[in-house]
């Protein structure tokens, strides 16, 4: 019982550290800022919504071996796609053009993965260029920020779920990930996914598609993306094309604090997702203290070095 | 594919293997001879004068990113590197030019030796590692800016020169810079002991550590080396522009790699050289030029080139294998 315990702990040790830091974060908010209410609540969960989306874009691609560049330009693409077809478009229609955005995602994903297992140019230069040309579609959608979106659309990220302290923004993430990870990690997929990460030849010694996987996981990538931009949409009601340049960075950042190894395998959804709110609640608590927000770029850079230097240093230990 | 084909290809194969910068010199012959033909007239000592003039940042730029590629890494701080360089002389520089070079190269070889220690001793991925510093120089960089708000930015006349000028009417001064330094990098790495245990590295790391090889000496170095060069790239960038910003150099992160890509420097290390980067750079800005000069709105441009650097990747790992 107490072995099994332990056990698990030491599974979870990442989400669960995580989850103590991001408490510790808001316990530390509350006191410097008593104030502390729910609409602070929501421009938490507002702000962070679409970076947890980006993180979950990242570890989708991640957990199985790879890396995607184009997860920022990919967002943006979303974003002014459903914005600009959005601007006049009813609840329905825009839910529709939701679905329509969504089926886009995946399928720019699957070419990620596509071009990766085919032209077998390494993951890191497909997903750059990619990325480019991503970020060219955005432009060519949206010139400068721009279009919109129904009220009723917006509320769903903007609005609050049966009390004023559970933003909307919680729950759609929260759907979103059920809806999207959820059925991956219960069946084979998600195992194969994970295997192919950790060893890709093993994994097709024992039979894994390991080219499907790769392909499978860029294309789950590609519908967090989505998501994402739908989320960016949501929450600030335009399409802006240049918001995907900082997404990348910041979701490898986030799975990286997130407790994802970038060599594939390790890790889950829960720990970028954390990570995702404490990097978005640095800058505010910044702002709280009267400190120079631009801290929190430095807080973020320092955060992931001592991170990857002290995990660095613990591995070289653990060596004879 | 019949037997007359496939000892041709097998030639070309052999021939991008062995002497990848003069299979890409020919692309860039046939870019140039494109824009000729479409639009006559063009080529002329003047633009190719321009060409080499825009071409310098970028492949000094890419030349850190090659030393770092060649030992199986990469580094996303260079643009951080090279915008932080270029503010910290406009800010400085009125209170004394020497002291203010001082500062700039110290910016670059602060940030190199975080990125090597960090990859070197500590075993970090170099991916996370420079996207770590680059956002904790970025971060500084922005606080910096505030603080020296009330500072007249000024670049000196000589960096000016640097960055815009031209002798003789056509020699652009950052080529004087660029060449000698092409020159002795290439040297450096084909004759030196140090530019084949980048490679020997980069292939095979383990192989280096067993026969006796300090591999963390190798890649301090090296990342030391790519933050200094950075910095000089920033200050030829903010030469040519004449305006330091907080952004200078961010367009210039991608270019980079992908200069050394196209030039036939692999990704994952041991595989290329400064050669081929340098034709890739110029590949890059030829293409530049042309997209320009066929009227292609920046979106467009952006997809090209995004299309292009993909499909030369893909050609590249096809033959080379």
Partial sequence: ?320 | MSGRGGAAAMRGRRLLRDWPAGVLALLLLALVGAIEAVFPGTVSPGWVSNAMLFAAPLGILAASQTLVLLTGGIDLSVSAVATAAAYLLATNAAYGTGSALGIAAAAGLAIGLLNGLGVALFGVQPLVMTLGTALMAGGLLTIYAQWAVARLPHIPGFIQALGAGKVAGYVPIDLLLWAPLTVAIVLGLARTGFGRLLYAVGDNREACRLAGVRVWQVLLAAYVLAGLLAALAGLVLVGSTNAADLGLANVYLLPSIAAAIVGGTSIFGGRGGYGGTVVGTLILTVLNSLLTLLDAPEPIKQVLYGAIILGLAAAYARLAD
């Fill in chain 1, 1 to 320: 019982m107490r072995e099994a315990l332990r056990r698990c702990l030491g599974r979870n040790a990442a989400p669960l550290g995580l989850a103590l830091l991001l408490a510790s974060f808001l316990g530390l908010t509350v006191a410097i800022h008593p104030q502390f209410g729910a609409y602070d609540v929501q421009s938490l969960a507002l702000g962070a919504l679409p970076l947890a989306l980006a993180a979950a874009a990242e570890t989708a691609v991640v957990l199985a071996g790879g890396i995607d560049l184009s997860v920022g330009p990919l967002i943006a693409v979303a974003n002014v796609l459903s914005a600009r077809l959005m601007v006049h478009a009813g609840f329905a229609g825009a839910l529709g053009i939701a679905a329509l955005v969504l089926a886009a995602g995946v399928l720019a994903g699957a070419l990620n993965g596509l071009l990766v297992v085919v032209s077998r140019v390494a993951d890191v230069v497909v997903t750059l260029a990619t990325g480019f040309i991503w970020g060219g579609v955005a432009l060519l959608i949206l010139e400068k920020p721009g279009g919109g979106a129904p009220d009723a659309f917006q509320n769903l990220a903007t609005g609050t779920f049966g009390t004023r302290w559970l933003p909307n923004a919680l729950v759609f993430l929260a759907l979103a990930l059920a809806l999207g990870w959820g059925p991956v990690r219960a069946s084979r997929l998600g195992l194969g996914l994970r295997a192919t990460g950790s060893d890709r030849v093993a994994a097709f010694r024992s039979g894994v598609a390991v080219a499907r996987m790769q392909v499978i996981s860029y294309a789950l990538g590609g519908l967090f993306s989505a998501v994402g931009g739908l989320a960016l949409t949501a929450s600030t009601g335009i399409g802006s094309p240049l918001a995907g340049l900082y997404y990348t960075l910041s979701a490898i950042a986030a799975i990286v604090v997130g407790g994802v190894s970038l060599s594939g395998g390790r890790g889950g959804m829960i720990g970028p997702v954390l990570a995702a709110f404490i990097l978005t609640l640095v800058p505010t608590d910044l702002i709280f203290l009267a400190i120079n927000p631009n801290y929190g770029q430095v807080i973020q850079g320092t955060l992931i070095v001592a991170l990857v230097m002290g995990g660095g240093l613990a591995t070289a230990l653990r060596r004879p």
